[in-house]
């Protein structure tokens, strides 16, 4: 699956040469970029607003902005970090506009309006684990849905992501040790939200 | 705080391999001791698998095209600006070299030409002496009246076809 | 091939004669016969009269590529070429050329639907009726993506999530 994980090193430097060719205005460039980000954007904007079309737009927003921006982008920074805190801020903003109650509390259904069909199965050995790894999978994906908006984007930029802590701090814009205590918290309040669903055991 | 305690509050990051170096061999070191701190760390990894396996979601098929052709569409927008840009500066440098360069050529036409006009146009008619320079020769006439000309062309082609051009807009 | 090149090709050959022809049929003669001749020029040595000479013929090489730019520019985004041929070659002091960097339209899009190239700025396709920006629901008329309300008529315009089927059909 395309880009479905942080970029390797080759990826890095692919990127690299990507943003100085968009700089020039190469097309080719832009559209390569964008298909290298197509799932980690959209994935990490549908955890932040929960709405599918609304990340959708928010995705188109994201590269307009980036379109904008680029020549005022410092080729030596990092882009993945600066696309990403581009795309949180819109999405933030588009909370505030639309939602404000959302960006702490939990949304009600949205989050089971997905279908199956709309993810990429996971490889799993047998038809039993299939069957046990589709209702953990579930299970997780709606204790995490229901996590503070700071909660579920740390969450995911570590685990989904795979981002390392002081590229979270930067793309939140926190201090590194801020990045690591809300990652404890929000680890923690997950574990307690699954163990409420089994009282009595830890979560398998 | 005690160690153990501490240890205890980095469990959740070791499984999410958020530690640094030396805090991993912390925990590493506390863990081989401590049964409790080591169930604990081992009541964390499911959920730090399961939270790394979660399935991607997928966008609509049709998204990574439309972003490309809004997005594509800003960009050559903005690299033709820059172009025009470009362009401008170099034509108007064009203009005024054209424009100062032209003296030269004047003052060479009418050198090799003037005499011919020498009984009409003298120097004396002219060039009251000024501080004992004459300061209106034919040649300078007609470099400012070829400049000025080219100004108040300019000018007015200007004005017209921006009249013109409001007025096609509008009709749009 | 650069931005520059590219431009370059839009000068028509006919343009590259003429300053050829221009600069032989005058260059060489004013070396050979006028510039020794001249009471201030004839007294520099050989290569400044030479290097004068080419500056200037240079300079008529770029004024007439120039102007074969405007005609074969005004040609491609369907504007009235001829009139601005004129204006660039008359006006005075380049001003025209400059006039024309600064009013030209922007590059016509051949149409994804038939391939016609038609001024740029309508949202429909005069032959195939192919959609070509987006437009607004009730008047038709092309409207900016960002706009929450059409500008020409009012009618609000439908949230950015629900304007898929437009986005689809721009996007093939």
């Known amino acids: 699956m395309v880009g479905a994980t942080a970029l390797s090193l080759e990826g890095l430097v692919a990127v690299d040469a990507d943003v100085v060719r968009l700089r020039r205005g190469d097309l080719n460039a832009l559209s390569e970029l964008i298909t290298r980000y197509q799932n980690r954007l959209y994935r990490y904007l549908l955890r932040l607003v929960r709405q599918p079309a609304e990340a959708e737009d928010l995705f188109q927003q994201t590269w307009l902005k980036v379109v904008e921006k680029i020549r005022s982008f410092d080729a030596s920074r990092n882009f993945d970090a600066w696309l990403f805190t581009l795309a949180r801020n819109l999405a933030i903003d588009h909370l505030r506009r639309i939602r404000p109650q959302s960006l702490d509390e939990p949304l009600a259904d949205s989050w089971h309006s997905e279908t199956v069909a709309d993810r990429i199965p996971c490889k799993d050995d047998t038809p039993l684990d299939h069957a046990l790894a589709a209702e953990r999978r579930t299970e997780m994906s709606e204790a995490m849905a229901e996590l503070p908006m700071m909660y579920r984007e740390v969450l995911t930029l570590r685990f989904e992501d795979e981002m390392k802590i002081e590229e979270i701090a930067q793309v939140t814009a926190v201090p590194v040790s801020t990045a690591k205590s809300r990652l404890r918290r929000s680890l923690e309040q997950l574990r307690y939200a699954l163990e409420a669903r089994h009282p009595g055991g830890t979560w398998q | ?172 | ?172």
């Not at chain 2, 912390?26 to 169930?39: D, F, K, L, P, T």
């Not at chain 2, 003052?107 to 004992?132: A, I, Y």
Request: proline share 7%; glycine share 6%; aromatic share 12%.
């Open chain 2, 1 to 172: 705080m005690s160690e153990h305690d501490k240890i205890r509050e980095l469990l959740a990051l070791a499984a999410a391999d958020a530690l640094t170096s030396a805090e991993e061999r912390q925990v590493a070191e506390h863990v081989r001791s401590c049964i409790a701190c080591s169930n604990e760390l081992e009541a964390w990894r499911p959920i730090a698998s399961e939270l790394r396996r979660l399935p991607t979601p997928q966008p609509s098929p049709w998204l990574v095209q439309a972003t490309l052709a809004r997005a594509g569409a800003k960009l050559t927008e903005q690299a033709e600006r820059d172009w025009n840009r470009h362009v401008m500066i170099v034509v108007v440098a064009f203009a005024w070299l054209l424009t100062i360069a032209s003296w030269p050529v004047f003052h060479f036409v009418t050198g090799r030409f003037g005499s011919w006009l020498e009984p009409q146009f003298s120097h004396t008619q002219f060039g009251q002496t000024l501080l004992g320079r004459t300061w209106f020769s034919n040649t300078w006439i007609s470099f400012t009246a070829f400049t000025a000309l080219g100004w108040l062309a300019g000018g007015v082609a200007a004005v017209m076809l921006t009249i013109r051009q409001r007025g096609e807009r509008r009709l749009a």
């Open chain 3, 1 to 172: 091939m650069s931005r520059f090149t590219k431009e370059l090709r839009v000068i028509p050959k006919a343009a590259w004669i003429v300053a050829c022809f221009i600069n032989l049929c005058c260059l060489l003669p004013m070396f050979l016969f006028v510039a020794p001749t001249d009471p201030e020029v004839g007294k520099w040595p050989h290569w400044g009269q030479a290097l004068c000479l080419g500056g200037m013929f240079l300079f008529m090489g770029a004024w007439v590529a120039l102007i074969g730019y405007v005609y074969g520019d005004a040609k491609r985004r369907q504007m009235r070429y001829v009139m601005w041929t004129l204006l660039a070659i008359f006006v005075p002091n380049a001003i025209g050329m400059i006039l024309y960097f600064i009013l030209r339209d922007p590059l016509p899009k051949p149409c994804p639907g038939c391939g016609h190239i038609e001024k740029a700025g309508f949202p429909f396709c005069p032959r195939c009726g192919a959609l070509l920006q987006p437009t607004c629901s009730t008047c038709s008329k092309a409207v900016d993506p960002t706009w929450a309300n059409c500008a020409h008529c009012g009618q609000r315009l439908p949230e950015p999530a629900a304007r898929a089927t437009q986005d689809r059909a721009l996007a093939t």
